[in-house]
């Protein structure tokens, strides 16, 4: 069963504004399998962060992963999908079903909330993205 350790970051530079996404996808033992930037356009932080979180589904599916642990620094976007909060915006809820809709295609799936400190590598490929586009 192909396990692996996906870190995703969505940002804005201004809330909304300029934005991009980074996902870096890892094995269990830490090996960058494959690392991921896409600029967004106009968009807010939140948007930001579930569109990452959808880009890293999409790649995961293509490395042919099965059981994935996804890792970001946004608290709202994971206690959403983890359907500890409910989702009240009515643009983030497409999101959260665009997300909803592409965990079918895994064994198991769980979002955890990491420290921004922990998710650098990820937070860089936000900032490479917005960077390029300027």
């Given at each position: 069963?192909?396990?692996?350790?996906i870190y995703t970051d969505g940002g804005a530079?201004?809330?909304?504004?300029?934005?991009?996404?980074?996902?870096?996808?890892?094995?269990?033992?830490?090996?960058?399998?494959?690392?991921?930037?896409?600029?967004?356009?106009?968009?807010?932080?939140?948007?930001?962060?579930?569109?990452?979180?959808i880009d890293a589904l999409d790649r995961a599916?293509?490395?042919?992963?099965?059981?994935?642990?996804?890792?970001?620094?946004?608290?709202?976007?994971?206690?959403?999908?983890?359907?500890?909060?409910?989702?009240?915006?009515?643009?983030?809820?497409?999101?959260?079903?665009?997300?909803?809709?592409?965990?079918?295609?895994?064994?198991?799936?769980?979002?955890?909330?990491?420290?921004?400190?922990?998710?650098?590598?990820?937070?860089?490929?936000?900032?490479?993205?917005?960077?390029?586009h300027k």
């Amino acid at each position: 069963m192909k396990r692996l350790i996906i870190y995703t970051d969505g940002g804005a530079r201004g809330n909304p504004g300029p934005a991009g996404l980074g996902v870096q996808v890892t094995d269990t033992d830490g090996h960058v399998l494959l690392e991921h930037s896409r600029y967004l356009g106009e968009t807010t932080n939140n948007q930001a962060e579930y569109w990452a979180v959808i880009d890293a589904l999409d790649r995961a599916k293509e490395l042919g992963g099965e059981e994935l642990e996804l890792r970001l620094d946004s608290e709202l976007v994971v206690r959403q999908l983890n359907r500890q909060y409910r989702v009240k915006d009515p643009d983030l809820a497409q999101l959260f079903l665009k997300v909803w809709n592409r965990l079918v295609d895994f064994r198991r799936v769980v979002f955890v909330h990491i420290r921004r400190e922990k998710n650098r590598e990820a937070d860089r490929l936000v900032n490479e993205a917005i960077d390029r586009h300027k």
